[in-house]
């Protein structure tokens, strides 16, 4: 069993006994990949989890404030973890992404957007939901869940409005998206100056 296999079951243990756990007290047992494979188990087995009745009072100073914190590194560590966990390459998944969104023959511009996904480098607010959904279909996972760990990245506590409204999303479903969509982002690779805004664009970038 590996440090992150053990260190993963002794939370979960710890959770199902009923005590509050510390991730970031069980995060600063490891480092580099093994802290961010750890991250993204706990991040996992937190969207199943039954959800607590939230107490500000208690939230404050408390382990789950930690939780925030210490899973704000989003799609970086999130995404290449699920990718391993579903045993997916990533030529495999774009080419897979590329086809449910329905833009196979710009798959090589779908695999520069995911690569700014994976990298953190592109926005989560521009992300359209057919994107998420598709890659949620992929990876196993909710598009809300997907999103959420992109928005943790964007901004983090403070740029959201504080940690309380950050928890606020991991206990509940995502809101609907405010009408109409974000000014597009500038990104470096796929925002090219020969490229023509065209449908991957728009799904990587417009937002919706």
């Given amino acids: 069993m590996t440090d992150v296999d053990r260190l993963f079951e002794e939370f979960t243990a710890a959770r199902a006994a009923g005590e509050d756990p510390s991730p970031a007290e069980f995060l600063g047992r490891v480092s580099g990949v093994d802290r961010a494979e750890l991250r993204a188990l706990i991040e996992a087995y937190l969207e ?23 899973l704000t590194e989003g799609w970086p560590a999130a995404l290449p973890r699920l990718r391993n966990e579903a045993r997916v ?30 990298q953190g480098r592109l926005p989560a607010r521009g992300v359209s939901q057919r994107v998420l959904e598709a890659l949620g279909e992929i990876l196993d996972r909710s598009a809300d869940a997907l999103r959420r760990a992109g928005e ?33 982002a500038q990104t470096d690779a796929a925002a090219a100056p020969e490229d023509a805004w065209d449908e991957v664009d728009e799904l990587f970038r417009g937002g919706v």
Avoid at 94 to 112: I, Q, S
């Fill in 48 to 70: 199943r989890a039954p959800r607590r009745r939230f107490d500000d009072a208690r939230y404050r100073g408390s382990p789950s404030e930690g939780v925030v914190e210490a």
């Fill in 89 to 118: 390459p990533r030529d495999e998944l774009v080419r897979r992404l590329a086809t449910a969104l329905g833009v196979a023959d710009h798959e090589e511009k779908v695999h520069r957007y995911y690569h700014q996904m994976e």
């Fill in 152 to 184: 943790g990245l964007a901004g983090g506590p403070a740029a959201s409005g504080g940690a309380t409204q950050t928890f606020a999303r991991m206990a509940s479903p995502a809101p609907a998206a405010a009408a109409g969509p974000p000014p597009p």
